[in-house]
């Protein structure tokens, strides 16, 4: 069976929260209101869409200043080892996203990640204006709140018959992490699986995803080795 890691992209796969980071730096207005909102979304009061077009409201930012601001924030120096090894084992990485396409897409290229499949919310900027776009809302298994539900993206890799390990940190994996096979949790997302009895296995890094997932590749080895019949 084919494994298919659904990682995270801010504050996972990113050292840190693009989207919110651009949030805080560019939005006008009245900031208590803001964190109010995103208190909510964090106590499930409020769905990541309507949070999302309403920080999109508050932004005043052109493309080129938002796609400068997010050059500068680094990726975990182990995640593209980690994707090449999967790729060497037959497995699939996939970047889901509830941050915005824009970024995701041009931090992945730099690291030479382009051709990685990723889905994440969309962006049009029209002068100072981001308009959000939703492309995944509609997907079979969405939640029906998220911009980019990971919920659906745990069932299509279902659908394909893949095992499915979640790779995140925050809020924007919840919908997943009771669905997927395996989790691997930090920060955020390893204290809300706790709190709900949902196993998570914690990590820091993609260089500790990698050496959880070679332990793994070696466990199924030794297993289907040990389950096929004398002399096969
Ligand atoms: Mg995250
Ligand atoms: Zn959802």
């Given at each position: 069976?084919?494994?298919?890691?659904l990682?995270?992209?801010d504050?996972?796969?990113a050292?840190t929260?693009v989207?919110?980071?651009l949030?805080e730096r560019?939005?006008r207005?009245?900031r208590?209101r803001r964190?109010?909102?995103a208190e909510?979304?964090?106590?499930g009061?409020?769905?990541?869409?309507?949070?999302?077009?309403?920080?999109?409201?508050?932004v005043?930012v052109s493309?080129?200043?938002a796609l400068?601001?997010?050059?500068?924030v680094e990726l975990?120096?182990?995640?593209?080892?980690?994707?090449a090894?999967?790729a060497g084992?037959?497995e699939?990485?996939?970047?889901?996203?509830?941050?915005?396409d824009?970024?995701?897409?041009?931090?992945l290229?730099r690291a030479?990640?382009?051709?990685?499949?990723?889905?994440a919310?969309?962006?049009?900027?029209?002068?100072d204006r981001?308009?959000p776009g939703?492309?995944?809302?509609?997907l079979?298994?969405a939640c029906?709140?998220?911009?980019n539900c990971?919920?659906?993206?745990?069932?299509r890799?279902?659908?394909?018959g893949?095992?499915?390990?979640?790779?995140?940190?925050g809020?924007?994996?919840?919908?997943?992490a009771?669905?997927?096979?395996q989790?691997?949790?930090?920060?955020a997302?390893?204290?809300?699986?706790r709190e709900?009895?949902?196993?998570a296995?914690?990590?820091d890094?993609?260089?500790d995803?990698?050496r959880i997932?070679?332990?793994?590749a070696?466990?199924?080895h030794h297993?289907?080795t040990?389950?096929a019949?004398?002399?096969s």
């Amino acid at each position: 069976m084919r494994t298919t890691w659904l990682c995270d992209f801010d504050g996972t796969i990113a050292r840190t929260d693009v989207g919110a980071a651009l949030v805080e730096r560019y939005a006008r207005g009245d900031r208590a209101r803001r964190r109010a909102l995103a208190e909510a979304w964090r106590a499930g009061r409020l769905g990541s869409r309507a949070l999302i077009v309403a920080e999109c409201a508050a932004v005043r930012v052109s493309h080129d200043e938002a796609l400068a601001f997010a050059r500068g924030v680094e990726l975990d120096p182990g995640f593209a080892a980690f994707a090449a090894a999967a790729a060497g084992r037959g497995e699939r990485v996939e970047v889901v996203s509830d941050g915005f396409d824009f970024y995701v897409r041009e931090l992945l290229e730099r690291a030479g990640l382009g051709p990685l499949p990723r889905s994440a919310n969309r962006v049009r900027f029209a002068g100072d204006r981001m308009i959000p776009g939703f492309p995944t809302r509609a997907l079979a298994g969405a939640c029906g709140r998220c911009g980019n539900c990971k919920a659906a993206h745990v069932a299509r890799a279902r659908a394909r018959g893949d095992r499915v390990v979640l790779v995140g940190d925050g809020c924007s994996d919840r919908c997943a992490a009771p669905l997927a096979d395996q989790v691997l949790a930090k920060g955020a997302l390893l204290r809300w699986c706790r709190e709900r009895g949902i196993a998570a296995q914690p990590f820091d890094g993609f260089a500790d995803v990698e050496r959880i997932a070679r332990a793994r590749a070696g466990a199924v080895h030794h297993a289907d080795t040990a389950a096929a019949p004398a002399g096969s």
